[in-house]
């Protein structure tokens, strides 16, 4: 495998312990992720070649976080140091009918203060076959989305592949960019799209529904209107409540759609970061194997992350064969 490189935000999520509320305790767990980092720290628990650049506090704080980072192998050369702070949220984890709720704590961190004088992409990309971007970066400032798409337009002329996973979310987009537009001047520079229905309409202000038929016409509706994309992959979430979920995934890869089977997930024991095991599974995925085998090898390492608290994806590769192989009942292992 080549280097994979992420680009985004690093930040300590502050929990109470289990299911507490803020108010029920004053004891707090913390951890740390953020959307790409979680994606870049799972592909190297895979056993791939990783290099995350970011902005983060140049204080204690930072200096555990990039201590946590190395401890999986991941190349931090490219992360700087910053005089602000680092991004922080806090997170409630909800049970069955209660939901889960987060507090951001991020709008004038480290990596929000980022501009494109602070990253070298010609060192940063050196090595390079692959680079993933999410929709929660260009949303936090003009600075990040600047810096982004200086990355992304070298990535693609130096061929490498470019996933892309257009997440938005209204209430990060404060600071006059149109979010819309901007999502749509990045994906041209995209190759591999990781998202449904709901993203696809969103930029291309289309009505699809949730259907296989609707989003297969969806997908080549996509890939008419950006030529570099060549194909869509889905995580479809089913849930009864908060503590119990089902997983599966679909594709359209320009040439035949396929989905797989659900996963049951009948304890949810931490849902934040599924959907970057889901983009880290497929990553690799698509590095080893054909494409329908990619995408239960996403969908497998997105359930397995329901199991793991915080926001990373400890599993290994051959514990997401054994969930694709149909080994689901938790049986010790000796």
């Known amino acids: 495998m080549g280097k994979i490189i992420t680009f985004g935000e690093v930040l300590m999520r502050i929990s109470p312990r289990g299911n507490k509320k803020f108010v029920q305790s004053n004891i707090v767990e913390f951890y740390f992720g953020g959307t790409e980092l979680n994606v870049g720290i799972s592909i190297s628990n895979f056993g791939g070649n990783v290099k995350h650049i970011s902005a983060i506090s140049d204080d204690f704080i930072g200096d555990t976080a990039m201590t946590y980072i190395q401890k999986f192998g991941v190349d931090t050369s490219s992360i700087v140091k910053s005089k602000r702070p680092l991004g922080v949220y806090f997170l409630e984890v ?82 006059g960019q149109d979010p819309k537009q901007a999502l749509i001047e990045l994906l041209h520079y995209s190759t591999i799209f990781i998202g ?103 969908s497998a390492a997105c359930a397995l992350k329901h199991t793991y608290e915080g926001d990373v994806n400890f599993a290994t590769v051959t514990e997401v064969n054994n969930i694709i192989a149909g080994n689901i009942t938790g049986r010790l292992v000796r």
């Open 94 to 175: 909800g049970a069955v009918i209660r939901p889960s709720m987060i507090s951001y704590n991020r709008s004038h961190s480290a990596f929000s203060e980022i501009e494109p004088s602070k990253v070298n992409w010609e060192n940063a990309l050196e090595d390079g076959e692959w680079m993933h971007w999410t929709g929660i970066t260009p949303a936090l400032s003009q600075g990040a989305f600047d810096v982004l798409k200086e990355g992304l337009k070298l990535a693609r002329e130096k061929g490498l592949a470019v996933s892309a996973d257009p997440t938005y979310r209204s209430g990060l987009w404060k600071y």
């Open 196 to 298: 449904g229905v709901n993203e696809i309409n969103e930029v291309l202000g289309t009505n699809f529904g949730y259907s296989n038929e609707d989003f297969i016409e969806a997908s080549k509706q996509l890939i008419a209107q950006f030529p570099s994309i060549e194909k869509v992959f889905d995580k479809i979430r089913t849930s009864l409540n908060s503590s119990w979920h089902k997983i599966r995934a679909r594709m359209w890869n320009g040439v035949e759609f396929k989905e797989t089977e659900d996963i049951d997930i009948t304890h949810v024991v931490d849902r934040i970061g599924t959907g970057d095991a889901f983009a880290a599974g497929l990553i690799y995925g698509l590095q080893q194997y054909d494409d329908y085998k990619a995408l239960e090898f996403a």
